[in-house]
T-cell receptor
């Protein structure tokens, strides 16, 4: 079974721009979660989507948004980029059949490294 | 709110040494507890988990016991290998107001020398 894939792997943007990151979950997984990983804050939960609906949300500003498609693929968008948005963005999938993100084992992708200049 | 505290790294050991990485948590009720490992350039992988008090999770020679009385979930391995060099994350999930928000520790880097 193929693992979680994320595209692109690396991205460089400038302040004020917007960016879209993509995540393809493991086949059959219906839950996709997004995380931001930085040296200063560690790994922080952004949001979780299940069956095209946002099921859980972390404590991030509205500039961070996401969506999930009918095939469970998910995209994350960050608008009006700030220098502090530079981070590794991780996507994780799980079957999601009970509970929310993290209730079950999550399978992580390799991440997208976003650099904001 | 929920929180997870891990010991600061890096932890540097020689091959075959005993490993302990401390993890304590704050949460109401009975969270599920996890250890994830992140190898260089890769995403996180689940290493082991425990879902109730006194449960012991184990995998690949690593083990951790869910201690409700001390709110701890310390990771141990009897004899580390160079290939165990990675970053280890302690995490919990707990239901709060109908949501299950995963909370991760800051991660502990382990460096094992031959």
């Amino acid at each position: 079974k193929a693992g979680v894939t994320q595209t692109p792997r690396y991205l460089i943007k400038t302040r004020g721009q917007q960016v879209t990151l993509s995540c393809s979950p493991i086949s059959g997984h219906r839950s996709v979660s997004w995380y931001q990983q930085t040296p200063g804050q560690g790994l922080q939960f952004l949001f979780e989507y299940f069956s095209e609906t946002q099921r859980n949300k972390g404590n991030f500003p509205g500039r961070f948004s996401g969506r999930q498609f009918s095939n469970s693929r998910s995209e994350m968008n960050v608008s009006t980029l700030e220098l502090g948005d530079s981070a590794l963005y991780l996507c994780a999938s799980s079957p999601g059949t009970s509970g929310g993100a993290g209730y079950n084992e999550q399978f992580f992708g390799p991440g997208t490294r976003l650099t904001v200049l | 709110g929920n929180s997870v505290t891990q010991m600061e790294g890096p932890v540097t050991l020689s091959e075959e040494a005993f490993l302990t990485i401390n993890c304590t948590y704050t949460a109401t009720g009975y969270p599920s507890l996890f250890w994830y490992v992140q190898y260089p350039g890769e995403g996180l992988q689940l290493l082991l988990k425990a879902t109730k008090a006194d449960d012991k999770g184990s995998n690949k020679g690593f083990e951790a016991t869910y201690r409700k009385e001390t709110t701890s979930f310390h990771l141990e391995k009897g004899s580390v290998q160079v290939s165990d060099s990675a970053v280890y994350f302690c995490a919990l999930t707990h239901a709060s107001g109908g949501s299950y928000i995963p909370t991760f520790g800051r991660g502990t880097s382990l460096i094992v020398h031959p």
